[in-house]
Structures are given as structure tokens and as C-alpha cells.
């Protein structure tokens, strides 16, 4: 039974320091995780991806890390822009045409200035 | 280009009553697929589609038909609605190995 958890509901930090976000995983199949970011009122939008080829994914402010030993990945926004308050799903695709994500439950993350 | 288009973005119905929720997109991507959040909750996939005439069960399908005539058109059905289907509901479409692209969502409310 495949699962991911974001086991932290809400996050906040100061404009310009780092966030961390969290998301852990079971039994995945395919080993290929995105992120997405949904602001209020507006469906998700895509922000990154990783898969098993690769233990960092990098895009402008936005870091993607894969630990696959310890079936956890991490988000990394460097630096935090009031902008980023969002909620940021974890998602892993769970078929091979890649049509079915599974999401966790999502962090809020609120970006003070 | 609109991308992923949903109708209508609010809709309450009452318990028992049918009505089909649209989704279209004009970017000619061969997957669609309809979730559903709850409030605490990720997206829960219903059912998808590969192509015009393919569909597949998801994750929570019950309650829901789904039907694909056309590339850019995957219509979600509830035939008998019931309180338990209140939720927002998004439609997405990808290339095969794209990331996924949602709609707006469409809010529901069965009473």
C-alpha cells in the first residue's frame, strides 16, 4: 500500500531564510515524486520533480532532495518570498503511464516579511 | 491557450440529484484524470483516462462515471449524489510522463 505523509500540517518562516518542507514515503513503485504548490481557490500548479536517477533536483530557489534509504524528500526554498505562502503537496506517481498521482496531505507554509 | 477549464466553479445539489461536472483542455494532452480534496486532506484520485475511449478506476470511484469521447473532454457524472461527494473537485491533464496540470476546481456541496 503505497503512502506519502507530510507529517508537519504548517510551517512558517521569515522572508529570506530557508524552508524546509517534509514528505516520507512507503513502498513506492516507481520512485518518482513531484511537488506541488495550490494557492487559495486555484488548482495546484507544478513546482519540481525528482525521480531514483537522481538524490537533488535543483530549479532557481527551489530544491528537491531524495533520500531513497530513508524513503523521505525534502523541499528546500531558498530564499523564502512572502509569494511562497501556499500550500505545498507532495505527490508520487503510482502508475507507469503516469497518470495517477498520490498526494499527501499538505503543508501550509506562511512566508512572513 | 486556457489550459484546463472546469465548469461550473460552484454547485450545490441536493441529496439523490444527478449532474455532470465539465472539464476540458485545450493543449491536446492524451491524459485526464479527476481528484477530489477534502478539507485536511490531499487530492484523492477518482478516475483517469489515457485517451478519447480509455478510462480507469482511481483511488475513490464510487459514486462517479466517467466517460472519453473526445481529447478534450473528460466529463466527471454522479448519478445519485450523497453529502459524503461534498468536496472540491479538480480536473487535470498531462502528456504521458508530463507533469500534470489542474483546473480551478469546482466546489460542491450536496445537501
Known amino acids: 500500500d503505497q503512502q506519502v505523509k507530510q507529517n508537519s500540517p504548517s510551517l512558517s518562516v521569515q522572508e529570506g531564510r530557508i524552508s524546509i518542507l517534509n514528505c516520507d514515503y512507503t513502498n513506492s513503485m516507481f520512485d518518482y515524486f513531484l511537488w506541488y504548490k495550490k494557492y487559495p481557490a486555484e488548482g495546484p500548479t507544478f513546482l519540481i520533480s525528482?525521480?531514483?536517477?537522481?538524490d537533488k533536483n535543483e530549479d532557481g530557489r527551489f530544491t528537491v532532495f531524495l533520500n531513497k534509504s530513508a524513503k523521505h524528500l525534502s523541499l528546500h526554498i531558498v530564499p523564502s518570498q512572502p509569494g511562497d505562502s501556499a500550500v505545498y503537496f507532495c505527490?508520487?506517481?503510482?502508475?507507469?503511464?503516469?497518470?495517477?498521482?498520490?498526494f499527501g496531505k499538505g503543508t501550509t507554509l506562511s512566508v512572513s516579511s | 491557450n486556457a489550459g484546463v477549464t472546469q465548469t461550473p466553479k460552484f454547485q450545490v445539489l441536493k441529496t439523490g440529484q444527478s449532474m455532470t461536472l465539465q472539464c476540458a483542455q485545450d493543449?491536446?494532452?492524451?491524459?485526464m484524470s479527476w481528484y477530489r480534496q477534502d478539507p485536511g486532506m490531499g487530492l484523492r484520485l477518482i478516475h483517469y483516462s489515457v485517451g478519447a475511449g480509455i478510462t480507469d478506476q482511481g483511488e475513490v470511484p464510487n459514486g462517479y462515471n466517467v466517460s472519453r469521447s473526445t481529447t478534450e473532454d473528460f466529463p466527471l457524472r454522479l448519478l445519485l449524489a450523497a453529502p459524503s461527494q461534498t468536496s472540491v473537485y479538480f480536473c487535470?491533464?498531462?502528456?504521458?510522463?508530463?507533469?500534470?496540470?489542474f483546473g480551478p476546481g469546482t466546489r460542491l456541496t450536496v445537501l
Open positions: 525528482i525521480s531514483s536517477i537522481k
Open positions: 505527490a508520487e506517481l503510482i502508475n507507469q503511464a503516469g497518470t495517477a498521482l498520490i
Open positions: 493543449m491536446n494532452h492524451e491524459y
Open positions: 487535470a491533464s498531462s502528456y504521458p510522463g508530463g507533469e500534470q496540470f
